[in-house]
């Protein structure tokens, strides 16, 4: 297990280190993240060839320490005493090296904060991507021409509208709705002052905002943020499949508002201009199809046409049939 997982730390480093690091901590969190901080900690403690003046505690010295220390000093960095649960001293650390406003603090408590979600320790987490978001938008604002965009660190693939999003996820998972509605609303002016109106990061904020008001049954306050999505999305996008589901988003916000003649027109066309980009659509948009299909129906149950929500219905059996 060990050189496994010395293997992925050497070559997370190697690539792309918050990429790598956050896909292979959905399988191990703690000991994937753990292990790389301990490390890290470890030969800056009792190693100084690896970390001097010039190279301060980053990646990059995890990536070192991988690449050049024996198993004996794997292992005595898992076992050192106190270090069991190594989130107890990164951040400090790190703004030693750094200073507070820095986009390695950023990364490093990105980091820590997913490893903590996947965890189950929300407040936690909550807690360290409120901090990354904060001094993210500090840094943007700053003047610096390194981070003074909303990317921050394209290398990293670090941005503020990505740390809004991982944020409004753990908010979400905590059932805390009113509070997503809340982040995105006061960061919302913040990333229109970042970027362009069409933007894909400002678009796609817009758009989780739309989900999360349509969630919340709050169909009039979505609606206007509806149509600039769309009408976005159709100019920089015309056949893409996120462009369709813009579409279907609009008309769930006509659907709740009870204007079924304008809403179906529009749910129809998001449907089966999705289901044939299918192949297209990424895994974690699939859920946006059996959206579509759930809403047709309850048009069609609304208006009173049950032959034709029966039909529907039974396309989302056969959806339920295909991926169980």
Known sequence: MKEIMRYHIVNAARQNPFTHLYGISVCRPAQILSLALVLAFAISTASPRAICDDSPLDVHSVRYLAETSSEDTLVTGLAAPGLEAPFDFPPALYRDLYGNEHIEVVQMLCLLAFALEQQGKLTEAEFY????????????????????????????????????????????????????????????????????????????????????????????????FARECLASREKALPEDWRTFNSRGLLGACLLGQQRYAEAEPLLLSAYEEMKQREDKIPQEGKPRLREALQRLAQVYEATDRLDQAAAWKKKLAALDKVEN
């Open 129 to 224: 991507y409120r901090e990354s978001l904060a001094i993210s938008i500090r840094l943007t604002q700053s003047g610096d021409p390194l981070v003074a965009s909303a990317t921050l660190d394209p290398s990293f693939r670090l941005s503020v509208p990505s740390l809004i999003e991982a944020l409004a996820g753990v908010l979400r998972s905590a059932g805390r709705i009113d509070e997503v509605e809340e982040l995105y609303f006061e960061c919302l002016p913040t990333l229109r002052a970042m970027l362009p109106a069409d933007d894909p990061e400002l678009v796609h904020a817009i758009v989780e905002l739309v989900r999360t008001l349509i969630e919340d049954a709050k169909f009039v306050e979505a609606e206007a």
